[in-house]
Every structure is written in C-alpha cells, then in structure tokens.
C-alpha cells in the first residue's frame, strides 16, 4: 500500500496576519519501494510536504494516508508514523545517549522490541550505514566526527526497518567522498531492506543518480512532477527557478546547442559518455 | 509547537515614549512603582490609572496590547481579591454569615491589591512594548555603572542578558526540531505518568544542552575573533542621549509623585470611601 497525498494545504499562523501559505493543494502518491526526488528551492516548501509523511505536523487542509492510516487522526498517526523512518538534516537534533549503540537502539526500543530483535537490528543498521561495530559501538556519539554522526544518525532510523525511509538534505554538508558513500548507502538499504526512499535535496546530480520519480515544488506547488527524463529535459524551466540542473543535461545541452548531435533525455553522466562515444565513433569509422 | 510564542513584545510605532531615552523610562517606571505602592486612597488612585492611560495613548501603543499583558493574571487577581475581601478584619463590619465576615478594611484592602496589581503590571509592560530588549539592556548598563566603582560586572551583565533575549527564539526552534526528530523515532512524550514523562524529555533536553554549549563556544570564539574583551574601553553605534522630552518626561512623573503625596497629606477622603462602598453594598445606612 502506497503514501496517499491529498489535496494537501498548509498555511502557518492561520488566521493571523503573518499568514503564510506553505503548501497548496498538493496531491502525490508514493508507491512501495519507489525512490522519490523532491525538489525545490530554499521555501519551497519541501520541509513542510515532509514533516507531513509522518504525521509531525497537520495540514490546515488535505490529508495524508499511509498504508491506510490517516495522519490526522491522532489514534491511526501512531502506526502511520512506526512505517516512515524520518532522517533530519542534523544529526546534532537527534543524538542524545551515551554510546552509539544505546542511540541506535532508542527507534527500536520505542517500538517495544525484545532485546534480541534490538541487538540484531543494531548491528545490522551498523553495518549497512558503515561503521564497524567494534569500534563504534561503544564510542559517545558526541565524540564522532560530523560525516560519524550522520552516518549514527541515519542508522538509528534504519534498524527502525522503515517502510518508507524519508531524507531530508542528508548529503548537506558533506564533502564528495562523503556524498557518494551516503547515496550509495541509501541504494544499498533499499535493495536489502526493500523500502521507498523520499530524498530531499538541493542537488539535481544526487537526484539524478538515482530517482525514478522527481518532483519539482515552487512556491508551495507541485511544479512538474515526471521521471528524470521528462524532468530534467526542462533545463531552461528549472534554471529560472533557481535551480541547477545535473552537471551532463548541462553539459549536453550546450554541446546541442554547438551543434552536435545530442539526444534529449540525457542527464546522467554514464548516458552522456556513451552518447559522445557513439559520436565519436562513428565519426572516425 | 513552540513557534507561536512570542517574546520580547516590542511593539514597533514611532512616538514620543518610544523615543525616549532607555535610562529614563527605567527611571519613570521607578517612580511610577513608588508611586503606585504610597497611594492608599481611592480617589488618588484614579488619578493614577488616569495617568497610565494618558502615557499609554502618548505611546501609540493599543490599550489592547496593555490589556493582553494582564491577562495571565486571570486567575491570580480573583484569588487575591477573594482571599483580602474575607482574611482581613479592620474597620467596621458590613456583613456577616456564618464564618464569613466582610469588612470595610477587607474591601478596601482587597480593591487595592487588584488595582495595584493591574497598575504595576501595566506599567511594566508598556516599558517592554516601548523599548526594543537591546536598548533596555543597555539603559540598564548605564545606570548601573556606578557599581562598577565596587567592580560589579556590570558590563559583562548586560551582554549576557543581550546574549540570551537574543537566543530565546533560536533555543525554541531549535526544541521544535529536536522534538520532531525524536518523535519520529517513536519517543512518546505524552503518555505515562510523572516520572515516565520526565524520563522521557531526556532525548530532548540532551541535544538541548549540547548545542547550546557548542554554540556558546561558537559565539565566544566569533565575538573573540572581531576583538570582543569585555566592556573596557568600548565605544557604542548608538549613544544614549538625553534629550529635552526625556527632561520633560522626568519633570511630569515628578510633578504626578509630589502631587499624590500632597494630596494623601492635605486631603484625606477615607470617610468617603468607607461610605461610597456602604452605599454600594446597601447596608449600614
């Protein structure tokens, strides 16, 4: 059963004059196991859309079902909540306790796990996130290094098993090396643990990589919402809004625009070396 | 949750009260305390609130505003009115039941606990609706400065105030999002009883704690770097003037003091009190 968006509004301070319309009328399905980009720029309101998922914050109007529980009702919102894993930004808003391990285990304490099933689900989280047990484990979290935390952070969502993992910005702030280690985490607990993923990002190229749906918010709204192909191919569009497209559409379209033979749906950089190959080849036999 | 708190209720108009010197409107609000606790007559009293409001108009301030700031006495001011109309026993005896007994003494006693009350908290708050926080911190220095001679901090007092008036909305933020972050690993912070819900306000207050100390040091070493050593020898953006209104100000409030004390002295209308609340109750005709 999919992530059901309804016709969701959200206006903070309602009523007064400081009102302000983050989101209208949003209407988006999320299904098992889809990878979903969001993106948008800085108040668009992809942090207000998110909150949302799990029931963190009401919408004024609209609701959001997952897997049939309905998020405004405050009885169901409980088990909505235990299937969507919410990652933060930073990880500084999470970590509390005194060792990695007794951090990592607070998600499934809370779903009232036997001990057994928290030791297994620790270590297992540990692993996929990258941090080797016998080192970390017991470490305080306060004494990691800041690419450390995010990796504790994420892995006391993970060993929650989330059916639906939701990401917000969780490459800011890293460097490259730091970027491709976390998306390829991220690919990784999807195909061992077979979940959705819903990633926020500023970045096209991250979510370029690997979404198969994106969706662009502007002011609140659903801008375009399409696989990256039909997206990505709206470079001009997405540029006026402030936003970068991936660094090979970029580079295509201005090889396109020199006059070379280029077609359209290109925005990964594997797609565009294989299409300059081909050219390149073919010009030479 | 915590974002609609507001604090620091400066209310941003431009008129003559707002203009006026920080040191002097401590200095007024002073006065006005001394003069509010030596009326012990109704009819001077009036003449009190009558001068409350007239500063209030001349502040463009909505009397709305003055009103919001008395309201979380709702509860306080029945209380102490009830608790002075029954525990106090002077004057004569307007009526009796049971255990009950009313007197001249307690009525009058209880009416001016209540409008003492609203009076100091009235005044105050127009001081904090007039005066941004950093200029009343800074009024605050000056005239304190004396006690720097006895090597008080005063100095090193007023910009810790500045400092934290300054954090408090980023503080609440910050909770906010602590919050969310440790809900959505299923902390449950609204069921359970005392302990359980102290117990589990840890996950929140850590981080809390945490940060706040990082951004201390944060803040330290950036005050450091732009050469911050303490109040020696610091010059200001904004010197504190004292102009002609604000001699104007200080002449009226002690015209208003001298007055009350000459009419407490010279016109004592006690016996008209006494006999305006018989008339009111109906009784010792």
Known sequence: MPIVIEKLTHTYQNGSVNAFTALKDISLTISDGEF????????????????????????TEGRVTVDGFDMNDKKQRAKGRALVGMVFQYPDHQLFDETVYKDISFGPKNMKLNEEEIDKRVREAMRLVGLDFDEFAEKSPFELSGGEKRRTALAGIIAMYPKYLVLDEPMAGLDPAGRRAVLEMIDDFRRQLGCAVIMVSHSMDDIARSAEKVVVLRKG???????????????????EMGLEPPFAARMAGELRRRGMDLPKDIYTNEALVKALAEIKGGAHV | MFKDITLGQYF?????????????????????????????????????????????AMSRVPLSYVIKAIKPMKWLLPIMFLLNLFMVRTGTELFSWK??????????????????????????????????????????????????????????LAMMMTIALRFIPTLLEEADK????????????????????????????????????????????????????GGEGRTRLRVLKFSRGDLAALLI?????????????????????????????????
């Open chain 1, 221 to 239: 709204e659903i801008f375009r919402c399409g696989t990256p192909q039909e997206i990505f191919s709206l470079s001009d569009e997405l540029r």
């Open chain 2, 12 to 56: 941003p108009v431009d008129s003559p009260v707002h203009r006026l010197d920080p040191r002097t409107k401590i200095i007024l609000l002073i006065m006005y305390i001394v003069m509010v606790f030596i009326v012990k007559d109704l009819w001077v009293f009036a003449l009190v609130i009558g001068f409350m409001l007239f500063m209030t």
């Open chain 2, 99 to 156: 255990f009950i007994t009313i007197t001249t003494g307690g009525v009058r006693q209880a009416l001016f606990i209540v409008l003492r009350l609203v009076a100091l908290v009235s005044g105050a708050s127009l001081l904090t609706l007039t005066t941004t926080p950093v200029s009343l911190t800074e009024g605050l220095e000056r005239l304190l400065s004396p006690l720097k001679i006895v090597r008080f901090p005063v100095h090193e």
């Open chain 2, 178 to 229: 602590i919050m969310k972050a440790q809900l959505a690993r299923g902390a449950d912070l609204e069921n359970g009883n005392i302990f359980k819900r102290a117990k589990a306000m840890l996950p929140i207050l850590i981080p809390l704690f945490v940060n706040s100390f990082r951004r201390a040091d944060e803040l330290a070493l950036a005050m450091e770097s732009r050469c911050y050593h």
């Open chain 1, 36 to 59: 979903v980009g969001l993106i948008g720029h800085t108040g668009s309101g992809k942090s207000t859309l998110i909150q949302m998922l799990n029931g963190l914050m009401q919408p």
């Open chain 2, 253 to 285: 409030m002690a015209a208003m003091l001298t007055a009350v004390i000459l009419l407490q002295r010279f016109l004592p209308f006690d016996h008209q009190i006494a006999a305006f609340v018989k008339g009111l109750l109906g009784v010792g005709k």
